[in-house]
Each structure stands twice: as structure tokens, then as C-alpha cells.
């Protein structure tokens, strides 16, 4: 089975921008989480998506959000890019409520 | 809120040593514990996990972790470092009922020295 993909793999974007990613799960999978890993405050939880629900939120502000499609492929966006929103950007799919995430290899996003 | 605290953001062993990580979460009821690891410039990966039954859990690559609830701990051994060991490792829970949100401990760089 391939694993979960994400594009872009980088992205640099400027202050004010919008940036969309996007996540393809492992084939199957249902769930599709994202996370935003960073040196100053670590992995850190954004969202769940289920069956195009969002199921859980974390704690970032309105500037971050995302969807899922019906093929359960998942986008985030952030829009009015700060400097910290620099960071790695990982999602992760799971087949359901089993504690079993597998993770994609993130986007790097760099904002100047 | 769930807190995760890894003691030792660097640790350092030679080539045939004991690896030990260590990992402390906050809840009360004890949740749903794993270990990834992550090499540079790549995703996580899954090393172990906890959920239920037999509180020592062996992983992948030789690592196994035991789960001591009245230490509130899971911490995570491998009796011999390989060189290919050198990574980042992190500890994260998620509360049972809220299965997909996890909860990151700041990370463990592990360095294998020859």
C-alpha cells in the first residue's frame, strides 16, 4: 500500500499570503489529522477530519483550516501568513478510532 | 489537557549501549501511549504503541517501552544502540474517546557514538 502523500514537500511563501496543502491518505483510511511541528513549541495537534467532518480542533486560530473531500484526500489552509506560521507540516491518516496514525513526510513552509 | 514531559532533550550513547528514553504524561486515567521516531526531513514513524493488556510493549527495530501507571510513565529501552539508531524520538498519548488527537512530548535527540 503507498503510504500518505503530501504536496508540496516545500513552499515558500511571503507575509499576507494564502497557502493551501494538501494530504492523500493510505487507501482505506477515513481519518486525516494535521499537525504543525515546529522548534520553538514541538508537534502540536490542528485538526481531525472524518468523513469530510471535522471531528477535532486544537487550539490555532481561525486562520487555520481544512477539509476533506469524499475520497478522503484533506487540504489545510492558512491564510494571512505570519513568520511563525513557518514550520513542518504533517498529516497523518488512520482507518479509524484505532490509535494507529501513520504519518506523511510534511511540507516544509517557509514564510519570509 | 494532556502534558507530556521527555526528560533529556539530547542523550547520547555509544554503539552497544542501553538506550533509554523516558517519558511522563499528566492524566489521571491513563490513556493510549506511543513512541515515534523521526529521522531528518521526514515524517513519523510508528515504533510502539499501548492500549491495553500486557503493560511491556515491544516495537520495531528492537525497542520495546513498558507502561508503569503508578509512575505515570512510558519509558522506552533498547538493550543495544546501532549507529542507525541516531534520530529524534517522541513520546505522545491521546485520551480514550478522542482517539486521533495526539499529544507530543518536546522530543529526545538520540546520538550514537562510535
Known amino acids: 500500500k503507498a503510504g500518505v502523500t503530501q504536496t508540496p514537500r516545500y513552499l515558500i511563501k511571503t507575509r499576507g499570503q494564502q497557502v493551501t496543502l494538501s494530504c492523500s491518505p493510505i487507501?482505506?483510511?477515513?481519518?486525516v489529522s494535521w499537525y504543525q511541528q515546529t522548534p520553538g513549541q514541538g508537534l502540536q495537534f490542528l485538526f481531525e477530519y472524518f468523513s469530510e467532518t471535522q471531528r477535532n480542533k486544537g487550539n490555532f486560530p481561525g486562520r487555520f483550516s481544512g477539509r476533506q473531500f469524499s475520497n478522503s484526500r484533506s487540504e489545510m489552509n492558512v491564510s494571512t501568513l505570519e513568520l511563525g506560521d513557518s514550520a513542518l507540516y504533517l498529516c497523518?491518516?488512520?482507518?479509524?478510532?484505532?490509535?494507529?496514525?501513520?504519518f506523511g513526510p510534511g511540507t516544509r513552509l517557509t514564510v519570509l | 489537557a494532556q502534558s507530556v514531559t521527555q526528560l533529556g532533550s539530547h542523550v547520547s550513547v555509544s554503539e552497544g549501549a542501553l538506550v533509554l528514553l523516558r517519558c511522563n504524561y499528566s492524566?489521571?486515567?491513563?490513556?493510549?501511549l506511543f513512541w515515534y521516531v523521526q529521522y531528518p526531513n521526514q515524517g513519523l514513524q510508528l515504533l510502539l504503541k499501548?492500549?491495553?493488556?500486557?503493560?511491556l510493549v515491544k516495537g520495531i527495530n528492537g525497542f520495546e517501552a513498558e507502561f508503569k501507571k503508578s509512575e505515570t510513565s512510558f519509558h522506552l529501552t533498547k538493550p543495544s544502540a546501532h549507529m542507525s539508531d541516531a534520530a529524534e524520538y517522541f513520546c505522545?498519548?491521546?485520551?480514550?474517546?478522542?482517539?486521533?488527537?495526539?499529544?507530543f512530548g518536546s522530543g529526545t535527540k538520540l546520538n550514537v557514538k562510535p
Open positions: 497523518a491518516s488512520s482507518p479509524d478510532r484505532n490509535n494507529e496514525q501513520f
Open positions: 492524566s489521571s486515567v491513563p490513556p493510549y
Open positions: 499501548y492500549t491495553t493488556g500486557a503493560t
Open positions: 487507501s482505506g483510511h477515513r481519518s
Open positions: 505522545a498519548v491521546s485520551d480514550r474517546g478522542n482517539f486521533n488527537k495526539f499529544y
